[in-house]
């Protein structure tokens, strides 16, 4: 047993904690979406934690990037309260309230380490448990509560981050698992809660960041492999309603509308942001429930939802489509295991490819023909490979009657990154193109790199093996060493001026190396948000991208 309690997490590596979160609640949606059975077939539960991650995720780009907010602080408010006004569903708001806490309680740490770790569990645990008008054991809370008392106990045993970590994911799903037997409901339907797999899924993509290695989660059947329980259930709905509506209203009055809401109907939950109350209730009165928040302020986005209509439209649009079927799926053309890593995670069918080991023609076909989307988003990674990508996509269409979109922008490793980090399958095509195209066109890319021959530059003669400085595909320097380089290339592409910097570390790179690079690009841009991806990517020794 490990007796240290640091292996810290940087902070500024929660933003791809975020979207690993995402992409990977995105990947088991509709397996958590058909696990609902309890309280009332919502039938989206997948859906919603989803959405309400990617409001969160949405908030902290639209700070950064569109306000250009630096201060933690502000950073910290902005993703609280977007994630809070986006929150879907009774699952999402509690998860609403477990990223509230983590960042609650990471803001103003350099590091987050197990104590931190175990500290935001437990907040989240108690934020959950205030918003819940009447809390239910064998749900996301009873999972959440585990979870905290593991973190808790493997901090006073003097365990590490990721022993911590894993000692709550393995917590999780033994908690998960004895759901389907503390519910009469989950029990005749052989399946467990819905929100607490959702849980349980955010956990294992939290230590899959930590620490490289993958957590088991049970694969749980589909849909029609699952008793008709759910679907019994509609007939028979005393609360055949979902009302769902923001709040502007002091926080004070969370609890009085609570109560309010638990005389009107049940699966009652109001949390609160800094005046903004997420309300969610299921009800036949749903006038009432209404008007209950017009007591304490004006109520905002009214989502009014029959349950029964909704399951039923959503088995309606499965059977039509296909259970596999996208609006869009992206295509991504990078190079290293932890960049096909994050790329997949973020939602990308992945081929291998950088400058000398570029993919065919027929190698990008083959990634295209294996997604099933309407549109595929192909982001090629090289200019090089543009060429390469316009064949494959002309190809596709004539051959496959597939619609394939080449975004020329994405000529980079950072700038594709960039690309996947805004790609929302489920929004609609025209929208998710134009956010693509702007987020990897707004990227400045360079990288250092080996020269593989003599040759004359715009900055004179170099020799082969020297380190090159090259920032948007002009060579800016050429120096005796790596770190200099890496220098002459963030200098170049205005990284103290940069809102987002990111920074992909290449295959082979040493952990000095790492610490290094990193030491220098937080002094070059001290006020930037720095992302780190371990990509192990080739040629290049580091890439960085600036926003």
């Given amino acids: 047993m490990s007796q240290a309690v640091g292996a810290p997490l940087a902070a500024r590596e929660l933003p791809t904690i975020f979207r690993r979160v995402h992409a990977a609640l995105a990947d088991r949606r509709e397996a958590i979406d058909d696990l609902n059975v309890f309280p009332v077939p919502d039938g989206d539960t997948g859906t919603n934690l989803t959405l309400t991650v990617r409001a969160g995720l949405d908030a902290l780009h639209t700070a950064r990037r569109e306000h250009r907010v630096r201060d933690p602080d502000e950073l910290a408010v902005a993703v609280i309260r977007g994630t809070v006004r986006g929150a879907r569903g009774n699952s999402g708001v509690i998860v609403s309230q477990v990223i509230r806490a983590v960042v609650e309680v990471v803001t103003g740490h350099d590091q987050v380490d197990a104590r931190l770790y175990a500290r935001a569990l437990e907040h989240a645990r108690e934020l959950a448990y ?10 996301i809370l009873t999972v959440l509560t585990v979870a905290a008392e593991a973190a808790a106990g493997a901090v006073a045993a003097g365990d590490d981050l990721p022993t911590t970590s894993a000692r709550t994911c393995a917590a999780a799903a033994t908690a ?5 037997d503390q519910l009469d409901v989950l029990r005749e339907a052989g399946v467990v809660d819905a929100g607490a797999r959702g849980l349980e899924v955010l956990f294992a993509a939290v230590h899959a960041h930590l620490t490289g290695e993958q957590v088991d989660v049970a694969v749980d059947p589909p849909r029609e492999q699952v008793t008709a329980t759910d679907h019994r259930c509609h007939g028979s709905m005393v609360h055949p309603y979902e009302v769902q509506y923001l709040l502007d209203a002091d926080d004070g009055a969370a609890g009085p509308l609570r109560i309010q809401l638990e005389a009107l109907g049940e699966s009652v939950v109001v949390v609160a942001a800094g005046g903004l109350l997420n309300v969610h209730v299921h009800t036949a009165a749903v006038g009432a429930a209404i008007d209950a928040g017009l007591v304490h302020g004006l109520p905002d986005d009214i989502e009014v939802v029959h349950l029964g209509d909704a399951v039923a439209a959503v088995d309606a649009d499965r059977t039509r489509r296909g259970r596999r079927a996208t609006p869009l799926a992206p295509v991504a053309v990078l190079s290293g295991s932890g960049a096909h890593d994050l790329a997949r995670e973020l939602g990308a069918t992945v081929v291998d490819g950088t400058a000398g080991a570029l993919p065919s023609v027929a190698d990008l076909l083959a990634a295209v023909v294996r997604t099933d989307a309407e549109m595929v988003a192909l982001l090629p990674g090289h200019p090089n490979a543009i060429a390469a990508a316009t064949s494959a996509a002309e190809i596709a269409a004539i051959e496959q009657g597939r619609a394939v979109e080449v975004v020329h922008e994405a000529a980079s490793p950072p700038a594709v990154l960039a690309a996947l980090a805004v790609c929302q399958p489920s929004a609609s095509v025209e929208q998710v193109l134009a956010d693509v ?5 707004a990227v400045r890319a360079g990288e250092v790199v080996a020269a593989v021959r003599d040759a004359d530059t715009p900055v004179g003669a170099v020799n082969a093996g020297q380190p090159l400085a090259v920032a948007e595909r002009v060579v800016v320097g050429a120096d005796a060493d790596e770190l200099t380089a890496f220098r002459t290339v963030c200098e170049a592409l205005g ?3 940069g809102e987002v910097v990111t920074l992909l570390h290449g295959a082979d ?3 000095d190396q790492r610490a290094a690079a990193e030491r220098l690009l937080a002094e070059l841009a001290p006020n930037a948000a720095l992302e780190v991806v371990d990509a192990g990517s080739r040629p290049a020794a580091w890439w960085v991208g600036v926003e």
């Fill in 130 to 139: 205030e918003a819940v008008a009447e809390p239910v054991e064998g749900t």
């Fill in 176 to 180: 998960v698992e004895r759901t389907r």
């Fill in 437 to 441: 195209r702007s987020a990897a066109g």
């Fill in 495 to 497: 990284v103290a001026d």
């Fill in 509 to 511: 790179r040493t952990g």
